[in-house]
């Protein structure tokens, strides 16, 4: 599985951005993915943002972003979003977009994941 995000850029701090992550190379279904969001800021580890299950698609965040950010998936088009809003300077990082494999549950540990894009930077400015 190969996995690419898209959407990253540079806004001023209470903008909104939204990012897409597109699977290739998928062997089952889509929709039996769970797909999750992490980030890395500058001298900082890897941060868990938010993830969708697969099948019911129960989602979760870090309570950094709850409330701000908004996880879905078009499970046609082999997608998964982050719309992000109310951006603060500290959302500032490399946003990354990771699968597990087929029928596993919601993870919040970047280990748990198989399969991680290249990464988006996106930078708030205050």
């Known amino acids: 599985v190969q996995l690419a995000e898209s959407g990253g850029g540079f806004m001023q701090a209470g903008g909104s951005l939204r990012l897409s992550c597109v699977a290739s190379?998928?062997?089952?279904?889509?929709?039996?993915?769970?797909m999750g969001w992490f980030r890395q800021a500058p001298g900082k580890e890897r941060e868990f943002v938010g993830a969708?299950?697969?099948?019911?698609?129960?989602?979760d965040y870090a309570d950094s972003v709850k409330g701000r950010f908004t996880i879905s998936r078009d499970n046609a088009e082999n997608t998964v979003y982050l719309q992000m809003n109310s951006l603060k300077p500290e959302d500032t990082a490399v946003y990354y977009c990771?699968?597990?494999?087929?029928?596993?549950?919601?993870?919040?540990?970047?280990?748990?994941?198989?399969?991680w894009g290249q990464g988006t930077q996106v930078t708030v400015s205050s």
């Open positions: 990771a699968g597990r494999t087929v029928y596993s549950d919601l993870a919040y540990r970047d280990t748990a994941y198989d399969y």
């Open positions: 190379g998928v062997t089952f279904t889509f929709s039996l993915y769970t």
């Open positions: 969708i299950s697969w099948g019911s698609g129960r989602k």
